[in-house]
């Protein structure tokens, strides 16, 4: 246990060990300890930190951002918001603008975050908060798509409003802003983007989304091969270097002809595993 987060307090390494047992992240349990250490009552800050970690899901960023608060009544405010008033005057066929699908709660931190000038698309920024907390998720991971220095509106928007929420509850949010929003992969091309977000949210690992961008960017019909290569990595099984190597090729009948010849061969593998799979259980059934 580091000395520069605890020195030699027992109660404090005890707290940090209470929050490394049950955080699924050890790291956001430092990252409370470090947070909290410069605050005028750095004990409250840095209990109200391990408890939104480990009774909450609002994540390390937005638990560590609550802590900072300068009060405890401020702080508990921000982990716990209260909810928002009810109107009386409120009408059953108000636009869906108005709904909570489409706006969020302005005393939530992440909310607040949205009209920061760093978001350029702060309404899809909303929509995006209100949805993950609606799904019980760190509404915080939506400012991604505006923090990393993007300021396209388009981008922004495809990023907060469709690719984090499709993709945050599987842990891969993160290629969101660090692949389709990116300037190599996407430029400023929404599209594009879209493209990747959709294929980010159908695979396991995004990786293979952008190494798809990548291996076509310099074809002549890149866009086509591009879709044939996405299209390869969510309605197949053969793997990203498959797709991959089959989305280079020049035309397009070149194309499809590697992806016909690689599922070929894997049925004829897997045909040929599964054969030798009864001939073995055939034999094991046989008496001694």
């Known amino acids: 246990m580091q000395p520069s987060l605890v020195g030699s307090n027992v109660t404090l390494a005890r707290q940090c060990v ?49 802590a900072k608060m300068t009060t405890e009544p401020q702080r508990t405010e921000c982990i716990h918001p209260p909810p928002p008033p009810s109107s009386s005057n ?45 799904k019980g998720l760190d509404g915080a991971k939506c400012l991604a798509c505006g923090s990393g220095g993007v300021s396209d509106a388009g981008l922004q928007e495809v990023c907060m409003a469709e690719c984090v929420p499709a993709t945050a509850a599987a842990g891969t949010d993160w290629s969101c802003s660090q692949y389709c929003e990116a300037a190599p992969l996407v430029g400023t091309n929404v599209s594009r983007s879209r493209e ?39 309605s197949s099984a053969l793997g990203a270097y498959t797709c991959g190597t089959c989305a280079s090729k020049a035309t397009p009948a070149e194309r499809l002809d590697c992806i016909t010849a690689a599922s070929t061969a894997t049925v004829g593998r897997r045909r040929q595993q599964r054969e030798q799979e009864q001939q073995q259980e055939r034999q094991c059934s046989q008496p001694l």
Not at 92 to 106: I, K, Y
Request: hydrophobic content about 30%.
């Open 196 to 234: 990747c977000g959709a294929c980010v949210a159908a695979v396991s690992n995004p990786w293979d989304c952008q190494n798809c961008i990548q291996v076509t960017a310099t074809l002549a019909d890149a866009d086509a091969a591009r879709a044939t290569c996405f299209h390869c990595l969510t």
């Open 18 to 66: 209470s929050c490394v047992q049950r955080a699924s992240n050890p790291w956001d349990c430092q990252y409370c300890m470090q947070v909290s250490a410069s605050q005028p009552d750095p004990d409250a800050s840095r209990a109200s930190c391990l408890d939104c970690l480990t009774s909450t899901s609002l994540g390390s960023w937005a638990c560590g951002e609550c």
């Open 90 to 134: 409120s009408s059953s066929s108000s636009s869906p603008t108005n709904s909570n699908a489409t706006s969020c709660d302005t005393t939530q931190w992440a909310c607040q975050e949205c009209d920061k000038p760093y978001i350029t698309a702060p309404a899809a920024c909303r929509t995006c908060v209100s949805a993950m907390r609606a």
